[in-house]
């Protein structure tokens, strides 16, 4: 099969984080376009660990847990996941796009 020429002469810069970029990169590429990557953000855990842990300690109080993004669920989970063998029947996993769901259905919450 031929390779697509849809990009073929553009030129893009990338700036997802360190990690995160390769599949994009190949993307373009692939399409014929010229990629560079310069990761613009940092993903890394919270330095106040305390409040996260605060927030995972009051969770049984909340009927809604909120996850913004996949590296939200990768960052927080170990910290709002302690001391429980699943996440809760009763508590609403909620996200804002498809990568975030996958994230959250790899750790088993649905």
């Given at each position: ?23 994009l990169l190949a993307g373009i ?82």
């Amino acid at each position: 099969m031929p390779q697509s020429t849809g990009l073929c002469g553009r030129s893009f810069l990338v700036t997802r984080p360190e990690g995160q970029a390769e599949g994009l990169l190949a993307g373009i590429r692939a399409l014929g376009g010229h990629a560079a990557h310069i990761p613009f953000l940092a993903i890394e855990p919270v330095p106040a660990q305390g409040a996260l842990e605060a927030i995972a300690r009051a969770s049984n109080d909340y009927a809604a847990t909120i996850f913004i993004s996949a590296n939200a669920v990768r960052m927080a989970w170990l910290s709002l996941s302690a001391g429980q063998d699943s996440w809760p029947e009763n508590r609403v996993a909620a996200c804002i796009g498809p990568g975030t769901a996958r994230a959250l259905v790899e750790l088993g919450v649905h």
